[in-house]
């Protein structure tokens, strides 16, 4: 069974084996790549080697991504094996190996290796926005499709992203999904006409029509990707710094106009306002709000751009808690690239 990575995981080198080694040099393999090598101590009174890979793990599975000069842009296989050896006698020794899912949820009673890597907190989309799946080492998905006219049929979508992924949204997102495991797809629904829902292993996805022009994609806490679709009002704005110098005043010279404003840095920032939300789907927010790897999609103009989620604090609100009203999330998130304008 694939082990969350945000738990301990220990390899353990035998003290008989090893017994007149002080320290062991030890390294990790992903296939034929070493991707760590190191050297362990045997902590007081222990008499084995206890080697603990997790972390070391983790920073693979954050920073490896597929190369955008390949004709197609190639997945990593979920869950990833990381194989451990240990040196002795002049040659390395297996000291076995462990499969990682990229889980930072800190649930144990969810298991997404067998429960699932889909997880959004209410399945809403536009039929403009692409739709985004994950789950483990498959090749093709199937959805049941659910029409408006009451019609309901089966439809089969390969995961297959070629490198004309890479023409509909920037290479950053292409790569970063990618990165997600062989189980991502990523497809749109409005060539199989007037869909009112998808349903794709247990998990509905229900097509709303608002007037709503953006949506967020983020890796949730179980490792899979997800989309969210704002419903409620956005705000954009630009947070400015900026940058003084004191001149010489003389209206016949641009440079000596007094105080000059040569240069400013703009932060981009969008507020957005959620809809209102049943207490399973409020509790949800924390896969967004605390998630590293967040994009906005601007439907109208089908623009993908990374994004960070500002705040320090994520609430779990309840219809009790917000004094018997259903909840509803109101958060920051910022353009990943500040612009300068001189």
């Known amino acids: 069974m694939a082990v969350p990575i945000w738990k301990d995981y220990f390899v353990t080198a035998s003290g008989s084996t090893y017994s007149g080694l002080t ?13 760590y090598q190191g050297r362990t101590f045997r902590r007081p009174g222990d008499t084995d080697f206890n080697i603990r890979v997790n972390d070391i793990c983790a920073d693979y599975l954050e920073n490896v991504l ?5 004709a197609e842009f190639t997945a990593l296989s979920m869950p990833v094996t990381f194989s ?19 889980d930072w949820s800190y649930d144990y009673a969810y298991v997404a290796a ?46 297959a992203i070629s490198n004309d992924f890479n023409a509909d949204f920037n290479s950053d997102f292409a790569r970063s999904v990618r990165s997600a495991g062989s189980g991502t797809a990523v497809f749109y629904t409005e060539s199989w006409g007037d869909v009112s829902k998808v349903v794709i292993n247990g998990v509905t996805y229900k097509a709303v029509t608002t007037c709503g022009q953006y949506a967020l994609y ?4 179980y490792g899979g990707w997800d989309a969210f679709l704002i419903e409620g009002n956005s705000l954009e704005a630009d947070n400015l710094t900026r940058y003084l110098r004191n001149a010489e005043y003389d209206n016949r010279s641009v440079q000596n106009r007094g105080i000059y404003n040569y240069v400013n840095e703009i932060a981009k920032t969008f507020t957005f306002h959620t809809g209102l939300f049943q207490d399973d789907q409020g509790t949800r927010m924390h896969h967004l709000l605390n998630s590293t790897d967040v994009y906005l999609y601007d439907i109208a103009r089908e623009e993908m751009i990374p994004v960070t989620v500002l705040g320090n604090t994520t609430e779990y609100k309840t219809f009790k808690n917000q004094g018997n009203k259903m909840a509803q999330y109101t958060f920051q998130v910022q353009v990943a690239q500040n612009r300068i304008r001189r």
């Open 114 to 159: 067998t429960m699932g890597m889909a997880f959004p907190i209410n399945g809403h989309f536009d039929p403009r926005m692409p739709l985004v799946w994950t789950g483990l080492n498959v090749s093709t998905i199937q959805a049941t499709i659910y029409k408006a006219n009451g019609t309901t049929s089966n439809v089969y979508i390969p995961i």
């Open 84 to 102: 451990v050896e240990g040196y002795v006698s002049n040659a390395w020794t297996s000291l076995g190996s462990v499969q990682f899912l990229n």
């Open 218 to 221: 983020y890796v949730n806490a």
């Open 66 to 70: 597929p190369t955008l000069s390949q």
């Open 23 to 35: 320290y062991l040099d030890y390294r990790i393999k992903v296939g034929n790549n070493v991707i």
